[in-house]
């Protein structure tokens, strides 16, 4: 039995060895296996937005098109050619609907799925409207974060001719390029929301710059402090998700802007030192989160790169250190407009996951009916929900968040 | 109680358990000295008790040889179907007995599958954890819920009863979850421990086959032991629900396998027989002492998952390992 059990573990560690050998031989596809860029990729997680972003006019200047007076059904990028589908065209010159496709990580992501597909569907419609063509579309993806299968299901539907126009949120840009180069190969117009896939063919993307989203939140929370005579010696910073490019962009972008203001701040934490992962369940994050600060009675002001903060307030809150401890973030919802109210939140960037999405969707019929070329990265600024503007907006609903 | 503490004591697993608490709490406490707070305890004990309450209705499930997968979507969604259905404008009491009633339905649904039809209890909660999730997700819209905000906003009144059941701090600031969670131990410890029904399922989970062919009531008992557990789980998704004051659709989804890891880490065994109500809530207080320890000094991204992984695996080769050195001893 021993035997058989020794060559038994033998033929696997066997089985796996050539495995290994062949992965590391094998073609690994024409395109080289691109970089994760050093800045931001989106937040898989569940997080409310904004509504009153102020979205810049995308970019109709590089790239050219032989034919600007109808569809652009041939446009010069950096990377190449891009022609569109004679299937597309045809669909073009017989006036039939066209399907807008927006494949998002998640759409079972509380908040940020529901937000996604109202923008989705309001820019369809918007556009609808405006151009006077049938447009029908759908977000699609699955219902928690898993890539291969969000690829997979991009696939299907490009095999089965049921795309004219995709846009994309990717959770991590690597994986996205393949299937991305592969629609715009054959023909089809590709936008990127929220979170890119630089690397790969996309015409352009949507989305905030998260560095400097959260530069303007460190800024903003150290001026705060000096205007009302608030002594912030110690920081802190809190995630959902380290690993995340998003996260740590937020977080070196929040050190620097409060360092700005108050450059004698001490963190206790680095985004890469001493920090846990917090993920997304409320009960986990109100845990770690009253953990951390009984913990570190020290600290004034606490950082927390998501909705997370509002677990941060509700702890202050209930440990009694209202005056004490301070929060700034990002996202938003009604319970932390009332954090905002009380003066135990900051400050939090309201992203707009509902703006985003409806900016791929305009773009998407833009340029298939309007013959806009778009390029680059849009940057889509945040709504900095403070005590001063916390009640303009109505949190409750979809296209605010 | 006595007679707790002394087959506590007594037991050389939750002996074991309880040095590593202490150990490991006195490391946490060297390195930040408000692990051992009053606060800091209070608020540890109060974050376990949901898992601590799944973990109690897993362990008779374990106990009689079953799986339940379920548990953490049962969690969301009974939570999720309650706060639907009072921002929809049903009262908070039959809403608080809806979701409870939904968990105890799901858990006779997976008792079902499993003996009537047959299907083995892994595959059928594996099945039940995403049609859950999925009428989870479908009832909130991917939405969560929070009814204080919603449109129109909850009862003022009707909240703050809701509110009181896992917000409530009692005499010394205890928080009333912690409550919740003793009260339910010591029921679940009476059942399993001082009855006949936990001398059975015992019985039945050490051997089937012998089980049935003394006549023992298994279909029945499993019904039982799976409602329980849907029943308990419900509960913990409504307590944290109150707590919190909202919900999401996701909520419980990461919960399933620090239960199972109480339950385990506690001296069960998977393939039944073996259990005890006081080793689970141990276990329970081992990992949520490993969460919150490392929580405060901030260890690191990873720490948690590897340490709570760790633990659970050292303790089962703990317990293979003790159990062949008993069964060597027995030969000798």
């Known amino acids: ?401 | 109680m006595n007679s707790v503490l002394r087959n506590a004591v007594r037991n050389p697993r939750i002996l074991g358990l309880l040095s590593a608490i202490v150990v490991i709490g006195v490391i946490f406490s060297a390195n930040n000295p408000s692990f051992i707070s009053t606060r800091n305890i209070l608020g540890m004990v109060r974050s376990m008790s949901s898992m601590g309450l799944m973990a109690l209705g897993l362990t008779l499930v374990i106990i009689v040889g079953e799986l339940d997968l379920s548990i953490g979507s049962i969690y969301g969604f009974a939570a999720m179907l309650t706060g639907t259905i009072w921002v929809d404008g049903v009262h908070i009491v039959p809403a608080l007995l809806v979701g409870i009633a939904a968990g105890l339905v799901i858990g006779f649904l997976n008792a079902a599958l499993s003996n009537w039809v047959g299907i083995p209890s892994f595959i059928v909660t594996l099945g039940m954890m995403t049609v859950v999730y999925g009428l989870s997700l479908l009832i909130s819209g991917a939405e969560g819920i929070n009814p204080k905000y919603a449109d129109p906003p909850a009862d003022p009144g009707q909240l703050s009863v809701f509110r009181a059941l896992g917000e409530t701090r009692l005499g010394w600031n205890i928080p009333i979850q912690v409550i919740w969670l003793i009260g339910a131990a010591i029921v679940f410890w009476v059942l399993l421990h001082r009855t006949l029904f936990g001398f059975r399922l015992a019985a039945m989970g050490s051997n089937p086959v012998a089980a049935r062919a003394a006549r023992l009531p298994v279909t029945r008992y499993k019904f039982i032991v799976f409602t329980l557990g849907g029943g308990m789980a419900a509960l913990a998704g409504m307590l944290d629900f109150s707590f919190l004051g909202a919900t999401d659709p996701s909520s419980g989804q990461s919960l399933l396998f620090p239960v199972f890891a109480a339950v385990i880490v506690g001296g069960a065994t998977l393939t039944g027989g073996k259990a005890t109500i006081v080793g689970t809530v141990v276990g329970a207080l081992l990992l949520a002492v490993l969460n919150n320890g490392l929580s405060i000094i901030g260890v690191g991204a990873f720490a948690k998952e590897i340490f709570i992984g760790g633990a659970t695996i050292a303790a089962v080769a703990l317990d293979r390992f003790t159990s062949l050195k008993r069964s060597k001893a027995g030969q000798a």
């Not at chain 1, 005579?229 to 995630?239: I, P, S």
């Open chain 1, 1 to 401: 039995m021993t035997t058989i059990r020794r060559k038994l573990f033998v033929l696997i560690a066997v089985f796996f060895a050539v495995a290994l050998v062949a992965a590391a031989c094998g073609d690994s596809g024409e395109e080289a296996t691109p970089e994760p860029p050093a800045s931001a990729p989106e937040p898989p997680p569940p997080a409310p937005a904004s509504t009153e972003t102020t979205a810049s006019t995308p970019e109709t200047t590089a790239p050219a098109s032989d034919d600007m007076s109808g569809p652009p059904y041939s446009v010069e990028y950096e990377w190449g050619t891009f022609k569109l589908s004679d299937r597309i065209a045809g669909k073009l010159a017989n006036e039939e609907s066209l399907n807008l496709i927006l494949s998002i990580e998640g759409t079972g992501i509380a908040i940020f799925g529901a937000a996604m597909s109202d923008g989705w569907q309001r820019g369809i419609d918007y556009e609808a409207e405006e151009h006077g063509y049938p447009l029908a579309g759908r977000v699609i993806g699955p219902l928690q974060t898993d890539i291969p299968a969000q690829v997979a299901e991009i696939d299907s539907l490009l095999d089965a001719d049921a795309i004219d126009c995709l846009a994309f949120e990717a959770h991590e840009p690597g994986p996205y390029v393949d299937i991305i180069n592969k629609a715009v190969d054959s023909g089809i117009p590709v936008f990127g929301v929220n979170a890119d896939s630089p690397d790969s063919k996309r015409f352009a993307f949507f989305a905030l710059d998260e560095l400097a989203s959260g530069t303007l939140a460190g800024r903003m929370t150290g001026q705060w402090a000096l205007d009302n005579g608030v002594e912030f010696e110690k920081a802190g910073l809190l995630t959902g998700s380290v690993e995340g490019p998003w996260a740590q962009n937020r977080m070196k972008g929040f050190m620097a802007g409060i360092t700005e203001v108050l450059p004698d701040i001490e963190f206790v934490n680095g985004p890469n030192t001493d920090i846990e992962s917090q993920g997304w369940v409320p009960a986990d994050q109100y845990a770690s989160s009253e953990a951390w600060i009984i913990g570190h009675p020290d600290v004034d002001i606490i950082f927390h790169t998501d909705q997370g903060v509002e677990f941060v307030a509700q702890v202050i809150a209930d440990q009694g250190l209202h005056g004490e401890m301070y929060t700034s973030g990002f996202n938003m919802n009604p319970q932390i407009a009332d954090y905002i109210r009380d003066g135990i939140v900051v400050v939090t960037m309201v992203q707009g996951f509902s703006n985003q999405a409806y900016n791929g969707a305009t773009a998407c019929a833009n340029f298939l009916l309007g013959g806009e070329i778009y390029s680059g990265h849009d940057i889509l600024d945040p709504l900095a929900a403070t005590q001063e503007n916390v009640d303009s907006v109505d949190w409750t609903k979809p296209e605010n968040q």
